[in-house]
């Protein structure tokens, strides 16, 4: 997903009637907006001694190309099914575009931190492109946190990154066991990272999938695929 902040008019997206998404713990659940205050937003929702008082969701609100996310905090969570969750409002709202880069799956081990933590988790890397990353790990990464990402690709060793988790998931992990799957969006790529990853990329492209990269680039018939575009 590509990620910015733009200006919405928040009075027409939060009002009364309207259905969208409340994102837990990286999960969906739909709901439905009961009630609007100056201070607060009251949403259906159909669990029970669940979420607890601070925890911080995301309301979404889906479109063709991306989703709408505004950011609450829970000031009661549901005592019965059916009681709705009562949510503080922050007016702090990110439009989300589904991403525009190419996307190769892979198996690679990498190792995260957490805002600069000295523990290091494992991780396994299952997808990678030049925005960002899918991980696979039994760690706990709280959505929006700030990440260090050390990897080495094939072609580079010893890469350094920093990333953002944008989203979490209950995956399957590629030995044994349940493991949390988290989208993570880089930040501050630098040229020789941006470049490392962008020849890796392009050399999984080229060997997967030829006849994309034919109709993108017609007139590499002559170029031969050497090296990537730009």
Known sequence: MSRFTESFDTQALIRKGRRCYVRLMGRLHQVEILGVEDKTIWVSFHGEHYPVEGLG??????RELGYIAYHTRVV??????????LLERSESIEECRHRQSWRVPTDIPVTVCIDASPRAYAAHMANLSTGGMAILSSA????????????????Q???????RVVYGKEGTALTTGPRQQYGIKFENLSKESSRAITYYLWGRIRESKPEALKELYPRSKV????????
């Open 57 to 62: 969701v995301d309301l979404e609100f889906h």
């Open 76 to 85: 009661r969570g549901a005592e019965h099914s059916g009681d709705g969750l």
């Open 140 to 155: 706990k990464l709280p959505l929006h946190a700030s990440i260090a990402i050390q990897l080495d690709l094939p072609n």
């Open 157 to 163: 060793a010893g890469l350094e990154l920093q990333g």
């Open 223 to 230: 170029r031969r695929f050497s090296d990537p575009p730009g």
